[in-house]
C-alpha cells in the first residue's frame, strides 16, 4: 500500500524567509503533483513531476522530484502572505489512476 | 482549459433525506472521475473511483448504497449521499481525468460541495 508522508504538517514562517516542505512516499512512481488548498477552497494544480530529477518553478515555489529517493520538496522563496495555505502533495495516478494523497502542510506566513 | 463545475456548493439538508451533487467536466471528456471527501483539517480521503459508463470502484469502507455514484456521460458524474446522518457532514470533492490531462496538467478539481446535515 502506497503511503506518503508529508513534513512538517505546519509550518509558521515569516515573510521573506525560505523554507523546503518534504514528500516521502513509500513505493515507486513516476508522477508526483503538488497542489495547494485556501481555507473553504478545493484544490488548485501546482506543479506535475514526471520524472527523476525533474524541477519546475513557478514565482516564490519550486518543487523537485527524486524518484530514486521516494521524495519530493517544495521550496518557498523569500515567503509573502499571499503564500499562506495548505499544500498537499499526491504520489501516482497514471491517466485514469488514482493518487494517494499526503496529509498537507498548513503554510502561515507571518508580517 | 480542462475546467470542472461543481453543484452545489454548500447544501444544508435534514437527517434521512438524499442529497445528490454534481460534477460535470465542461471543456473535455471526463473518462475518469474521482470523488473524495475531507474533514476539516484533514486530507483528502478518496471514496471512489467512477469510470463512464461502468460501475463506480470503491474504496475499502466506503459504503456503496449510501454513497450512490453515477457516471452516465463523459461529461458528467453524480455522488448521492442517501439518508444522511449528521456524520456525514463534510466536503466533498471530485476531480476528473481524461487521456492525457492529469499527465501533463495534474488532476482537474471541481470547487467542492460543503454538505451539513442537520
Known amino acids: 500500500e502506497l503511503k506518503v508522508e508529508q513534513n512538517p504538517l505546519f509550518l509558521s514562517m515569516q515573510e521573506g524567509k525560505n523554507y523546503t516542505i518534504y514528500c516521502n512516499y513509500s513505493?515507486?512512481?513516476?508522477?508526483l503533483y503538488w497542489y495547494r488548498q485556501d481555507p473553504g477552497k478545493s484544490l488548485e494544480s501546482l506543479f506535475v513531476l514526471l520524472s527523476n530529477g525533474a524541477v519546475k518553478q513557478e514565482g516564490r515555489l519550486m518543487a523537485s522530484l527524486d524518484t530514486k529517493a521516494r521524495l519530493s520538496t517544495l521550496h518557498i522563496t523569500a515567503a509573502v502572505h499571499d503564500l499562506s495555505a495548505t499544500y498537499f502533495c499526491?504520489?501516482?495516478?497514471?491517466?485514469?489512476?488514482?493518487?494517494?494523497f499526503g496529509d498537507g502542510t498548513t503554510l502561515t506566513v507571518k508580517p | 482549459g480542462a475546467v470542472v463545475s461543481q453543484h452545489p456548493s454548500w447544501v444544508i439538508c435534514k437527517s434521512g433525506t438524499s442529497v445528490k451533487i454534481e460534477c460535470r467536466s465542461l471543456?473535455?471528456?471526463?473518462?475518469?472521475m474521482f470523488w473524495y471527501r475531507q474533514f476539516p483539517k484533514q486530507s483528502l480521503m478518496l471514496m471512489a473511483t467512477s469510470n463512464e459508463g461502468s460501475k463506480a470502484t470503491y474504496e475499502q469502507g466506503v459504503e456503496k448504497d449510501k454513497f450512490l455514484i453515477n457516471h452516465a456521460s463523459l461529461t458528467l458524474s453524480t455522488l448521492t449521499v442517501t439518508s444522511a446522518h449528521p456524520e456525514d457532514s463534510s466536503f466533498y470533492i471530485c476531480?476528473?481525468?481524461?487521456?492525457?490531462?492529469?499527465?501533463?496538467?495534474?488532476?482537474?478539481f471541481g470547487s467542492g460541495t460543503r454538505l451539513t446535515v442537520v
Open positions: 513505493t515507486t512512481s513516476d508522477r
Open positions: 471543456d473535455f471528456q471526463a473518462t475518469t
Open positions: 476531480s476528473a481525468s481524461a487521456f492525457g490531462r492529469p499527465t501533463n496538467y495534474g488532476y482537474t
Open positions: 499526491a504520489v501516482g495516478g497514471t491517466n485514469a489512476g488514482k493518487s494517494t
